[in-house]
């Protein structure tokens, strides 16, 4: 079962280049939706290996929401995608939590960007501009990646990255590869333990010679070689692990601790030095494709020079990875809670290909948007073979000036999504036609309406058998009701066969019928049993965000059953209690009341009650306790200039969890003022006021404890 349903990834993709074609900072309001869209793009990029728009992208968006939260602090809460960095997790494999946390990396795409990071490092480091700093630069491996645990010099666990803090263990599938030692003898060096990070890939000839045997089998050939690779890290037979021949290459030692538990990686002076030592142990690293540059010209050209010559390397790489060299200037950099400060992705620019528009195809979500798919010419670009792509609304079919039978130019923006760029009008024949966008659903023939201010028309029926369908799957899915044993084909079918017609069915199957269909049997049947009466408990939260409700978000979701005992109380809510919520907007207010304003509904729901489901405010909906000992509770903090070891949006998170509340000016009712480089009058202000208390950001991390 899919986390998302095709008709979610749909209005997803209407929703990134409605973002991505922003020249302003929005609203308070929208804040939400940008964040359930990063959240979007991370499971696809890191859960699915199938990323849809370009890290250059997603780093728009990204910084788009830092942005929105900088200008409305009082938004930000733990789960933003801001607070923490991406998850990969899979629940089919035991969890275990990683020595060292593994971060993310920022990314560069130009030289511009490389200088501004040596800059960077410069003022952290306090290092004159014309003295030149040590990088070690290397490639950026495309696979999977992976944290390996080695106590007395035995290989005692690996593990998935997963959100880099937890990951999957994956310690029987790492045996398998053969380029991982089981032991070494970290002891000679005076380690007991050490925790290292390394990315699991499959060569390109190994790739291609996998998916022609699949083919010759009539299995689906893997999309690429990134897919494939991690794919094997995940097999539950560790046998099938080791027919893919996958190589691992380590890249960096994150932790060293000697017989006392004390770090000693403080003993190395460089990461030179550390990615020798695994090298004389016996890893394989990267050793020919790894260069030590003095200055960051030296990098810039470095990087270039791989860009040209990436085709012909073994292993897909997008990019380069640039490290500070000296490891006390590491230190001195520090990390975000999302990437070390002292090192930076360089991402390879995109890659373009030509082919042929061959048709156009319309899917209808489940609130009746109408996506346009354009079906080409198979081409090859990036690794993958591209045959259809997202034309997202008429709008862009319309300012591309798209026809069929056109010859266009496409690419994979960041070695990713699929993308047109632009049709080649020099080439028609006479032969093209224009694409004539439906007027009428092409699943139920309603005539398509157009909201004011939105790209995308919608069937306007919501008893199109669609939309039904689409709102079905969605009700199932990961951050619905997360329903186990049943996916999107199961409802396909049981709507076919007349079991399904709206999601109270779902509680209410006949499952002797089920176990006697063929492919499902008596233990089938039971496990669905299991998943749908554990989905009746959920929480109210859960269920809202499961209905379909337009614009309502998890977040939001979790917002309103905050303030809900009930779900039928929401019958009686005007839109003014609606909005007051903090961040409910007025649109997403209408749609609430309209939603709930209908009595097939509120019909619907009181069946679910009757069948078991919760429609009650449970503990899990509501915010989290500050504990009675939390050593800022009930205190007020602010925070001014430049903070060195913490972005401000962390700062503040971490002040929310040690029981302070984030306030945005300095007076009588300001408890502490956290100050950081370059303060200017809200010190000042403060000093004068002579209550508050003034400490520094060392002594914040000390007060709360991390």
């Known amino acids: 079962m899919s986390r998302y349903t095709s008709a979610q990834e749909r209005v997803y993709s209407e929703q990134t280049i409605h973002w991505l074609q922003l020249e302003s900072i929005p609203t308070k309001a929208s804040i939400d939706q940008l964040r359930d869209l990063i959240r979007y793009h991370e499971w696809k990029y890191y859960i699915k290996n199938n990323p849809v728009i ?87 491996f ?17 593990a998935t990255r997963g959100d880099g803090i937890y990951g999957d263990d994956i310690s029987q599938n790492i045996k398998t590869i053969n380029s991982v030692p089981l032991s070494a003898k970290f ?22 010679k996998i998916n022609e045997e699949r083919k010759s089998k009539g299995e689906e050939p893997f ?72 200055g960051i010209e030296q990098v810039i050209d470095f990087c270039k020079a791989w860009e040209e010559k990436r085709d012909s390397y073994d292993y897909e790489i997008d990019g380069m990875v640039i490290k500070v060299n000296r490891i006390d200037y590491q230190k001195k950099c520090g990390s975000t809670s ?28 489940k609130i009746g948007s109408v996506t346009p798919v354009a079906k080409v010419e198979p081409v090859h670009l990036a690794g993958v073979t591209v045959s259809s792509i997202s034309l997202h609304n008429e709008d862009f079919i319309r300012s591309k000036d798209l026809r069929i039978g056109d010859r266009v130019l496409i690419e994979r923006a960041g070695d990713v999504i699929p993308y047109i760029v632009k049709a080649f009008p020099e080439f028609r024949t006479g032969d093209e036609h224009l694409i004539e966008f439906p007027t009428h ?13 939105e790209a995308a028309w919608r069937c306007p029926n919501h008893l199109c058998p669609a939309q039904i369908i689409q709102r079905m799957v969605f009700h199932i899915s990961k951050h619905a009701m997360d329903i186990d044993g049943i996916g999107r084909s199961t409802i396909e079918r049981f709507y076919a066969l007349g079991w399904l017609r709206d999601l109270s069915d779902i509680y209410d199957l006949d499952y002797k019928r089920i176990a006697q269909l063929e492919g499902f049997g008596p233990q089938s049947a039971h496990n669905l049993r299991l998943g749908i009466e554990k989905a009746k408990q959920k929480p109210l939260h859960r269920l809202l965000h499961s209905l379909s409700i337009h614009h309502l978000g998890r977040r939001s979701s979790k917002l309103i059953a905050r303030e809900v005992n009930y779900i039928f109380d929401l019958q009686h809510w005007t839109l003014d209690q609606l ?86 000016s300095v007076s009588s009712n300001l408890d502490i003022l956290v100050v950081g480089e370059k303060a200017g009058s809200k010190l000042n202000k403060a000093k004068a006021i002579g209550s508050v208390r003034i400490i520094s950001e060392d002594e914040f991390i000390r007060l709360i404890g991390k």
């Open 54 to 140: 370009s890290d250059y992208e997603y780093d728009r968006l990204f910084d788009l929401l830092k942005s929105l939260e900088a200008k409305y602090p009082d938004t930000i809460h733990a789960d933003s995608p801001t607070q923490r960095v991406a998850s990969d997790r899979i629940s089919t494999f035991r969890s275990v939590e990683h020595l060292v946390p593994m971060l993310s990396l920022a990314n560069s795409y130009n030289a511009e960007d490389l200088n501004d990071f040596d800059d960077q490092v410069r003022k952290l480091c306090l290092i004159q501009a014309q003295v030149p700093i040590e990088y070690i630069v290397e490639p950026k």
């Open 187 to 208: 002891a000679e060096h005076g380690i007991h333990r050490a925790e290292l990070r390394g990315e699991a890939l499959i060569r390109k000839d190994r790739f291609l």
């Open 223 to 294: 999309a690429n070689a990134r897919n494939a690779a991690t794919g094997a890290l995940r097999m539950k037979d560790p046998k099938e692990t080791a027919q893919r021949g996958l190589d691992l290459f380590v890249y960096q030692m994150g932790l060293a601790e000697d017989d006392q538990a004390q770090n000693i990686l403080d003993s190395f002076d460089t990461h030179q030095a550390t990615i020798s030592l695994l090298a004389d142990l016996g890893f394989k690293i990267p050793q020919k494709e790894i260069k030590l540059c003095t």
């Open 579 to 664: 909005e007051s919520i903090k961040d409910i907007g007025p649109i997403l207010a209408r749609n609430i009341m309209e939603w709930f304003g209908k009595e097939e509904n509120i019909q619907m729901l009181r069946r679910m009650e009757s069948l078991g489901v919760n429609m009650r405010q449970t503990p899990e909906d509501l915010p989290p306790k500050i504990a009675e000992d939390a050593p800022l509770r009930g205190k007020t903090i602010l925070f001014t200039g430049k903070l060195l070891r913490l972005n401000r949006n962390e700062a503040k998170t971490m002040a929310e969890r040690a029981g302070a509340k984030n306030i945005s």
């Open 338 to 365: 999302h990437h070390p400060r002292w090192a930076i992705a360089y991402k390879f620019k995109a890659k373009q290909a030509t082919t042929t528009l061959q048709n156009v195809r319309y899917q209808i979500g």
């Open 142 to 158: 495309d696979g999977g990646s992976v944290a390996l645990v080695y106590q007395q010099n035995h290989l005692i666990r690996a």
């Open 441 to 453: 659903c092409p699943e139920c023939n309603t005539p398509l309406v157009q909201d004011l201010g």
